[in-house]
Each structure stands twice: as C-alpha cells, then as structure tokens.
C-alpha cells in the first residue's frame, strides 16, 4: 500500500456510502486528489440495503451504478476498502492520519467467479440483510458489491475451510497470511461521511422486538422486499412463514423520545409510507395497512406522496402512539393503546408489524480520532473549531439521499476550499 | 422579552397558566405532545372519564370546570406506567395528584368519588398519631355507608382481617387508641407549618 501518495492537497473522505461516494466523486472530478476510506468490504453503505427509493420509487442500484461508473473511470480517486481511520493529528491545512486495514484474504486477482464460496462450509449472519439469512465463510457483499472482489471472513482463517478456499481459486488470488496494516497519509481536509446506523429496537421494551418474531424493523423490511433478499421478496412473517398481509407500522419507534433518540429521525415517516406501497404491491386484493403515528411528518413536496397514499382506502392512519405490543395463540402481534382522535381503545391483531425505527449516527461520540464538535445527539456540527473537519450526509444529521446528497456536495466545496488554500490557489 | 413572547404571554390560555401557579408540577403541561401513550399505557385507562393524555389537552383548551370536577385524576394509582414511557418525559403520575389536590383545594373535587373520600379518612387517621390505624381505617371503609352494611362488609372480610393479625400486620389492640410515632404533636405542628407555607404561596401567586 506504499504507493498511495498523498499530500496536504489531499482530500480524505471517510465512509463510501452515498454521502462519501458524492463528496469523493465531487471533488475528484473538479481535479482534487482524493482518497476514499471505507471500513466495510464494498462501498454503497446503508442505501445499497433498500429495496426502493421514495420519492420516485425508483431502484437505488440505478444511482450506485452511475457513481461507481464515475469512480471506476477517475484518476484522482483512490479507495480504501476495509480500513478504518485511528488517528488524526495536524490543523486546517495540514492533517496527518493513521489508517488500519484490516486484511481481505483475497487479493486483486479475484475474479469473482464465486469457487471460494462453493466449498467453504461455515456460514455466519449475513450482514447485508441485518441476519435476516446465512452467508458462507467466503462470500461476496452483495451483488453489485463495489469493489467485485470476494472476502474471507476472519473466524475461517486457521480452520480447514481456509485451505479448502485457497485450495479452489483457479486464479491464485487467496493469501491466507495477509495481516493487518497501518498506513499513514497527508491531507489538506477531511470529510467525515460515516453515516447512520438503525437504532436497536430491543431498547423500545414495550414493543417486544426481542421478544417477537413478528414484530421486525423498517431496515429488515426493506430487505424482506428486495427479490434478491433474504426471504426473495416475499413479504411473509419470520415465525411460519406465512403471507403478512395485514400489517401494521408504528411510527417514532426510538426517536423524538427522551428515552431513546431525542430527534426526529426525519425519513421514517416517509419510509413507512414508501412501504406501505410494497405490501399493498404484493397483495393487491386484501392486503391492508395501518400506520400508526404522533403526527406524519413528510417534508415539503414529499407531502404529495403522502396525499397519494392516503387515498388508498386499504391504508389507514391511526393517530396514535402505541402503548405496547402483546402476542396472541396465533403468534399475530397484538397493538394496544388509545386512538387519540375520539379516544377509543384499541386492541388489534396484525400478521406482523413494522417499527419505523429511526436514524442514529454511526459513530459513537466517544469514537471519533480526533476532537470534534458533536451536537446532543451524536451528529457532527458545522463549527469554526472543528478546522477542515466537514461533515457529509447523514454524519451531520438525519438526512434522506436527496438532502444527504445536497450536503456531500457542500461538503465538497468547502474541502476544496481549504487545499486549493494549501496549493496557493487563490480561493 | 422579545415580541413574540409577548404575543405568547398575551394570549396564552389562562386555565393552563392557572395550572402553571397552583398545580404542583403544572409547568410541565405545556410540554405533552398528545402522543397518546400515557392513555395507553394506563392499566386503569378505560375506566376513567378522561386519561392524562386528554386532561391536559383540556387544560390548554381551557375547559376548568370539566378538569376540576372530573374524577379522572382521583383514579390514578400511581403506577408510574405512564411516567416510564411518556416521551416527553412528564412526570405525568405527580401532575394527576397535583389536579386532585389543588380541585379539593377549591373545594370542587367530585364528592362523591371514593379515593377522594377515602384519601381524606385515609389523612386524617394518619394525622392522630402519625401513623396508620389499621383496624380504624378498615372498619371506617367498611362502616361508609351506615352501620347494618358495615356489619355485613366486616363479617365478609373476616378472614382477611384474621390474617392479617396472624401475620403481625394489623392488631386488634390497634382499636383502643393504637400506636404512633414518638411525639406526634411535633408532627402536627412540621404539618400544619407546612400547610401554613403553602397556603401563604397560594396566596401570593393568587388564584
Ligand atoms: C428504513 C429506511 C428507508 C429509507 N429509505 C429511503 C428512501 O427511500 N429514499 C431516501 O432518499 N432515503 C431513504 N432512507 C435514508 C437513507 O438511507 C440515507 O439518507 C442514506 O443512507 C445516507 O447515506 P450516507 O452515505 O450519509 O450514510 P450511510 O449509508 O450510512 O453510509 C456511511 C458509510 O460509511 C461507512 N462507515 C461508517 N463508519 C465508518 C468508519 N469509522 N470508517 C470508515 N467508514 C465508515 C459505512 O460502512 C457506510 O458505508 C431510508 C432510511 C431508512 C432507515
Ligand atoms: S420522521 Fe416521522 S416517524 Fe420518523 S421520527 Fe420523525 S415523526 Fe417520527
Ligand atoms: S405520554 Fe406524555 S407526551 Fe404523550 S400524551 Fe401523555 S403526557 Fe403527553
């Protein structure tokens, strides 16, 4: 890895998700010299796990495709896959950075033909679809997985797997010995585009998720949708497998909660009402939704989308928090609470219900390599004190793509304000 | 203050800023965003006339009398149920007795609702000899609604009652005078300053 060249013209970005990917590709393409960190295998972060995008319903491997033709084709990108950032040290201008990569088993030579796979034996939860399914010890992200290159997974390393893999690539490209390494860079800016992670809805006792079968996150829904998930897109409850046709959302799952996330995560409500959408695809006939909610929240010209769904006489709004979930002989979840618009009782059976989980940032505020201004709810604040520091996307708050996008781009802008700085270029 | 406090001050309801003065953790009213859950969550929910959730959109709707006189708040059995999961952390269970008390204060409590009949025998038994009389207390509960009924309540709870003193919970002692706390004077007189205190306040903030 000696031949990365980086100087205090460098932008760094970490995290390759959407925000990463746009702040990279920005600044690469106005001729910036950028390196791009990211600590999964593949780049495309949380947006390569949905099904479908709202507003347009359009499928999001469309917009990755279109970026990672970009990053394919730039020579001022350089990505890191499968490293993480454990040091930062320097001012505006002048950062210095220790990144740890963390060894893939495989190297450059992989031509993804997936021998690997067919003969190693232990499997583990597939991360992609939230441990929705098993993937093997050797095994590619996901499909469209950028960069397409197989991964050993560590825990085989020393079993016999390991050598049965190594033993089928035609191609020599398994070097079991690789270890982990340390890399130190320059750069003039960072951007920090680490992204969001779905809040743990075991927490939300009331609800039983860790206790419910049928009771799933809005992440693992989106999953359960997508033809090549875990369940091949049908929409069916984990218990028995049968068809959820009748299900039931429950809104601020965690956020806008002073006992969970005090935000609003600002997408789930626009989320769910995208996936009412996919069960109301799925059963045409009888399928039915009641999304319950403290009051829907979709943003300026999202709200057309909103109007739309309301006009589907299968799907009802309930205005109401939902006070706690039970489960009945047939393991149908049971909702309970009080309709808080006329004040009746309810207790309603549902096939499987959805918590419209909300947004957290990835990075816990104590884990950051260097001091920065973090708000009260763990997101990066745009501050004078944090140098050429600049956060991307859902780092800084929670975003949709489309603000997030808006933001990486801004992001952009100001790193290459600071190392056209550093170069002497009048700013 | 800038102009739009002002306007806020001006036109703020003034039943909620009578619960902001009197009731005790009344400042909290304004922070209930309905979600509901408190009405929910309640196990006792569906036999009161108006949950938290409803009572405090009722305060800001200024409707005092239909707050004051109703039994709602003197249902509540401070199960903290709501409190855990309001999520705007409210400490909604206080709020209820803070209404009970400062309606009972006004003298337009429900008279005829049994906790708030029973909390005020419940009171003064405690008030005697700062401690609770048991065996007063039960047979006053049983004895409420005249002597040929109170036999008949006394008699149906008998074995209760002889459990009780085989457990060393209830003696029958207790009926000739019973414990008390070491000197109970002294009690009356820390309660009856703090009463004092707080009357003195109700003054000053007014109705
Ligand atoms: C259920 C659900 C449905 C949604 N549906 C839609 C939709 O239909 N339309 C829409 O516009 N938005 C939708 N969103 C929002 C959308 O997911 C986000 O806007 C988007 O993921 C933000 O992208 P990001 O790049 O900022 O973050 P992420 O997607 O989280 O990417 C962050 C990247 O950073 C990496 N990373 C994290 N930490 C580190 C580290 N320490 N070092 C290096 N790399 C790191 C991660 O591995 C990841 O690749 C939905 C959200 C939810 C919860
Ligand atoms: S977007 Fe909707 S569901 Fe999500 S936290 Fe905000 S109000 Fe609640
Ligand atoms: S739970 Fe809290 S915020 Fe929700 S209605 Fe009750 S008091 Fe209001």
């Known amino acids: 890895m000696s031949d990365i060249v980086a100087s205090n013209e460098t932008i760094v970005v970490v995290g390759g998700g959407i925000s990463g990917m746009t702040s990279a590709l920005e600044a690469a393409e106005c001729g910036k010299q950028v390196i791009l960190i990211e600590k999964n295998p593949s780049l495309g972060g949380r947006v390569a796990q949905l099904y479908r995008y709202f507003p347009k319903m359009c499928h999001p491997t469309c917009g990755m495709e279109i970026n990672l033709r970009r990053a394919k084709h730039n020579r001022n990108l ?31 030579n992989c031509t993804a033909c997936g021998e690997c796979e067919k003969v190693v034996e232990a499997e583990f ?32 390393i020393g079993t016999e797997d390991a050598g049965k893999a190594k033993d089928a690539c035609k191609y020599d490209a398994i070097d079991l010995d690789m270890q982990v390494e340390e890399i130190e860079l320059k ?31 809005n992440v693992e829904f989106e999953r359960m949708a997508d033809p090549q998930g875990p369940t ?55 399928g039915m939704v009641d999304v319950y909610y403290i009051d829907m929240r979709t943003i ?70 260097i001091d920065i201004v973090i708000n009260q709810d763990g997101f990066i604040e745009p501050d004078e004190k944090n140098g050429a520091i600049f956060a991307s996307g859902s780092a800084a708050d929670a975003l949709d793509v489309n603000r997030s996008v808006q933001h990486a781009t801004a992001a952009a802008l100001r790193a290459i304000q600071v190392v056209n700085k550093a170069a002497g270029i009048g700013v | 203050m800038s102009t739009n406090t002002a306007m806020v001050e001006k036109y703020r309801n003034n039943f909620l800023k009578e619960v902001e003065t009197n009731v005790e953790e009344g400042e909290w009213v304004k922070m209930c965003m309905q979600c509901g859950v408190c009405a929910g969550s309640c196990p006792l929910g569906n036999a009161w006339e108006h949950p938290p959730q409803e009572i405090f959109m009722m305060i800001r709707a200024g409707k005092r009398e239909d707050v004051l006189t109703s039994d709602s708040m003197w249902m509540c059995t401070s199960c ?38 029973f909390s005020e025998v419940f009171w003064n038994n405690m ?9 007063r207390l039960g047979l006053s509960l049983y004895f409420r609604n005249g002597f040929l009924s109170g036999i008949r309540e006394s008699l149906k709870n008998a074995g209760l009652g002889r459990n009780l003193m085989k457990a060393k919970r209830m003696s029958p002692m207790e009926f000739f005078g019973g414990h008390g706390v070491k000197d109970a004077s002294g009690l009356q007189k820390i309660i009856n300053k703090a009463q004092e205190l707080e009357a003195a306040r109700i003054e000053r903030h007014g109705k």
């Open chain 2, 80 to 117: 903290y149920s709501c409190i855990v999961r309001c999520p705007r952390e409210l400490p909604i269970t206080h709020i209820m007795h803070g209404l009970a008390h400062y309606a009972k204060r006004l003298g337009i409590q429900p008279k005829n609702n049994p906790t708030q009949w």
């Open chain 1, 187 to 217: 750069a003039g800016a960072i951007i920090w585009a680490t992204g969001w992670q779905p809040y743990d809805a075991g927490k939300i006792q009331p609800y039983g998720y860790d206790r419910y079968e049928n009771v799933i996150t």
């Open chain 1, 78 to 108: 350089r990505i890191l896959t499968m490293a993480e950032v454990t040091e930062v040290t320097g001012e505006a201008g002048d950062y210095s950075l220790k990144v740890a990569l963390k060894p893939r088993f495989i190297n450059e």
């Open chain 1, 232 to 286: 091949d897109g049908r929409l069916i409850r984990p218990s028995d497998g049968r068809e959820a046709r009748k299900v039931a959302f429950i809104q601020c799952a965690g956020s806008r909660d002073r006992n969970h996330l005090r935000h609003c995560s600002r997408i789930c409500c626009m989320s769910s009402l995208k996936q009412t959408h996919y069960v109301r695809e799925a059963y045409p006939e009888d």
């Open chain 1, 300 to 369: 300026d010209r999202l709200e057309d989308f909103y109007k739309k769904v309301q006009d589907d006489e299968k799907v009802a709004f309930i205005k109401s928090k939902v006070a706690s979930i039970t489960k009945d002989k047939g393991d149908n979840p049971v909702l309970h609470g009080v309709d808080t618009e006329g004040g009746k009782r309810y207790e309603t059976p549902y096939d499987m219900v959805v918590l419209a989980t909300g947004m957290q940032p990835s990075v816990n505020r104590d884990a950051f390599p």
């Open chain 2, 127 to 135: 008030m005697r000899k700062g401690r609770v009389n048991e065996l």
């Open chain 1, 125 to 156: 939860d597939d991360e992609f679809n939230y441990g929705m399914s098993k993937r093997k010890g050797a095994y590619l992200p996901y499909n469209m997985a950028y960069p397409q290159r197989y991964v050993i997974d560590e825990r085989i």
